[in-house]
Every structure is written in C-alpha cells, then in structure tokens.
C-alpha cells in the first residue's frame, strides 16, 4: 500500500517563498512518478506540477512556470515543491499523487492512483 504525507503548508504573504513536500512509503515508491494538485472548495483539482521517477522529467502548468520548482530525493522517498513569488491565486490545498502505471506525465488527476491528505497553503495581498 502506497501512502503519501503532505507537509510545509501555511499563510504567507504574497511574494513569499514556501516549499512543500510529500513524504511517500511503500513498495516500489521512488519507481512512481509523483505530482501536486492543488483545489479550492467546490472546484476541480487543478494539476500543478509533476515529476518522473528518476527525476530527469517535469511538467508544470503555465500559471506556476519560473515560480514553483517540483524535485524529487529517491533516497529518502520524498518530492518536494518549492513555491516562490506566491501570488494570492496559489491559496488551494495542495496533494500530491502518485501514478504506478506510466512514466508518461500526466495532467489528469484520473490518471493518478494514490493521493495524500493535503496541505493549505494560504496567500494573503
């Protein structure tokens, strides 16, 4: 059974850095690739970045290009996302999700098999 922690979330004020990071465990977890999503309350999850398993590999959604950095350490089973320049529209929960069928990076969310708890990050003006 795979399970992904979230941590690193709060309130900042815009223009602050945050770095989140998610803390995976299970068979075979460095083999997945792994991306954060993040949601308002009564909207979809939107895709925010990803990353493949060896880490040579990233997607981001435009919104968060040249601000957020997605990586990942294999040794200790974590992928983090370092937000900086962050702009009152990045306040969501955000969750990363793990995919264990394709290497292919996804922006779907049912595309991705296991999905942690979440984080609030909250940005104020």
């Known amino acids: 059974q795979v399970q992904l922690v979230e941590s690193g979330g709060g309130l900042v004020q815009a223009g602050d850095s945050l770095r989140l990071s998610c803390a995976a465990s299970?068979?075979?977890?460095?083999?997945?690739?792994i991306a954060w999503f993040r949601q308002l309350p009564g909207q979809e999850r939107e895709f925010v970045a990803a990353i493949n398993s060896m880490g040579s590999s990233t997607l981001y959604t435009e919104s968060v290009k040249g601000r957020f950095t997605i990586s990942r350490d294999n040794a200790k089973n974590t992928v983090d996302l370092q937000m900086n320049s962050l702009k009152p529209e990045d306040t969501a929960v955000y969750y990363c999700?793990?995919?264990?069928?394709?290497?292919?990076?996804?922006?779907?969310?049912?595309?991705?098999?296991?999905w942690g708890q979440g984080t609030r990050v909250t940005v104020s003006s």
């Open positions: 999700a793990a995919d264990i069928h394709s290497q292919v990076l996804s922006r779907h969310s049912v595309d991705y098999d296991y």
């Open positions: 299970g068979p075979a977890v460095s083999s997945f690739a």
